[in-house]
Each structure stands twice: as structure tokens, then as C-alpha cells.
């Protein structure tokens, strides 16, 4: 079985505040018949050059629309740079492959509002959801809480997220993943591993003045580093966008591929 994980980085931390911590990785096979794997999963990873200590720190879920409403807490364990951390979360329905050897299985779930919760690690949407790496067991309001170390909204439907637009879903046999090291736009920082993932473009470095896709694209567009649509294509589908006009530097390029977002880093030099 392919290593399916990219575990999510967690910086050093002697302070909460100061920590460079991302999610990198969320796999959700409940609610889809087909899931391959037997468990759903977080994975962290330390995209910093200290080590990290997570004593206190909590997952919290949430639906795609509405409050957080579930967390389990994480034992105490430090991260070194690029050093990962899989987290087995609830069991899949019809899941037929076990996750490698997790660093942390998931037990003990806590609801916010008090009621009983039964479940055994947390039970993610493979549509849309939100999942919050928080510095405490305090509810997560907003993705800028202050106790907030990372926030993924993912799925179109996701109300709350990082950036300009949530990251796209998990599919039955893949999970979503972190391809740039936290620019703070999920829709820009994630992709689906292994499919419409961020080689969607054959040449991310732009020389003859067009942006080549691999296949027919939606809804094209390009954004500059201030976020700014700088362009759009002017047909629903594309498999190429002409960019001569615009300047050298660095863009997200933004579309769907079988109703799938998905979004890639291009330079132009």
C-alpha cells in the first residue's frame, strides 16, 4: 500500500503563540460507501526548526455549517523539524485497509454541550467539515481564535475556513493534503492526494507565456499574492490560459476538475 501520509507539521513551542503548527493531512470515509481504509485520520506535522511540545492541545470537529462541537485532547509529545504524527481517528464503515502504524489512536470523545458521545475517535465528513488544531480544550469559535494553532475548512459547503475558500474534499480513497506550507488559504494550501492533486498543471514554472493543464479545467482563475483575481478564462473549460499580459511573479491557479477544487503555485519568470 502506498504511504498515504504526510504528517503535519508542528513548530516549536515554547509558547503556543509562537508555534508554526498546520494539519497536514485529513482523510473523512464516513458517510460514503467504497471507503478503503478503516479509519479516518488527522496527520501533523512540524514545518518548524525547533522542537515542538502539544502538551494541552486538543482536535476539535465541526460540521460544514454551525459551532464546533466535539474535540478529544492529545497526550503530551514534542515534534522535531519535519517530523510527522498520524492520528487514528473513528472507524469507516466497509473500510478494508488498516492505516500504517498510528502515533495516536483516538478514543475518548468529549461533546461541548455535555451530552454522552459514544463514538471512538472522531467520525469525519468526507463532504465538508472543519477541523481545528487548538492550543486548549476551549471551544473554537472562528478560525482566528487565539487558541487556534491551525484550521482546515474543507468541501464547498464548509462555512468557516482559512484564506479565500475552503480546501476540497476527501474522496473514498484519498485524503486532502497540505502542497504549500501554510500560506493561510486552505483553498490554496490543499489538495487531493493522488488525483486532481497539484500537478494539475504540467509546468508550474511559466516561460512561453500559457499555463498548461493536464486535462479540461473549470472555472479557471488566477490570483496574485494579494489574492486579487488577475484572470479568468474566458471559456468554462480549459486545458490552457494565455497569461502574456501579466507581469512576472508568483500566482495560485484556482478551477475544478470533476467537480473537485483544486488549485496550484505557478511562477511566471
Known amino acids: 500500500m502506498k504511504k498515504i501520509f504526510t504528517l503535519v507539521g508542528l513548530v516549536s513551542m515554547a509558547v503556543f503563540a509562537n508555534a508554526q503548527i498546520v494539519i497536514n ?9 467504497g471507503a478503503v481504509l478503516k479509519n479516518n485520520y488527522i496527520v501533523l506535522k512540524n514545518i518548524g526548526t525547533n ?8 482536535i476539535q470537529y465541526a460540521p460544514a455549517v454551525g459551532a464546533f462541537t466535539e474535540y478529544h485532547t492529545l497526550p503530551d509529545f514534542t515534534l522535531g523539524p519535519n517530523e510527522t504524527y498520524l492520528i487514528q ?7 478494508t485497509e488498516n492505516l500504517p502504524t498510528p502515533d495516536f489512536i483516538a478514543t475518548t470523545i468529549t461533546n461541548f454541550d455535555g451530552t454522552p458521545n459514544k463514538s471512538s475517535g472522531l467520525r469525519i465528513s468526507n ?6 488544531l ?21 468541501g464547498a459547503n464548509a462555512d468557516q475556513f482559512k484564506g479565500d475558500g475552503p480546501a476540497p474534499s476527501p474522496t473514498t480513497t484519498t485524503a486532502i493534503k497540505r502542497t504549500l506550507n501554510e500560506s493561510n488559504d486552505n483553498m490554496s ?17 511559466i516561460k512561453d507565456g500559457k499555463v ?15 489574492r486579487q483575481v488577475v484572470k479568468k478564462s474566458p471559456t468554462k ?12 511573479g508568483t500566482y495560485i491557479v484556482t478551477g475544478t476538475i470533476n467537480n473537485v477544487p483544486i488549485s496550484q503555485k505557478i511562477i511566471k519568470d
Open 237 to 248: 473549460l480549459a486545458s490552457a490560459l494565455d497569461i502574456t499580459e501579466l507581469p512576472r
Open 134 to 154: 487548538a492550543g486548549s480544550i476551549v471551544q473554537v469559535a472562528t478560525p482566528t481564535s487565539s487558541n487556534v494553532l491551525d484550521f482546515v475548512g474543507y
Open 25 to 33: 493531512e485529513i482523510y473523512g470515509g464516513n458517510g460514503n460507501s
Open 89 to 95: 481517528e473513528a472507524a469507516v464503515d466497509g473500510g
Open 212 to 226: 498548461l493543464f493536464g486535462t479540461e479545467v473549470k472555472d479557471v482563475k488566477v490570483y496574485d499574492t494579494f
Open 127 to 132: 463532504v465538508s467539515g472543519k477541523v481545528a
Open 189 to 205: 494550501d490543499f489538495s487531493l492526494e493522488g488525483t486532481a492533486k497539484s500537478g494539475f498543471v504540467q509546468n508550474p514554472f
Open 51 to 58: 522542537l515542538v511540545s502539544l502538551t494541552g492541545a486538543s
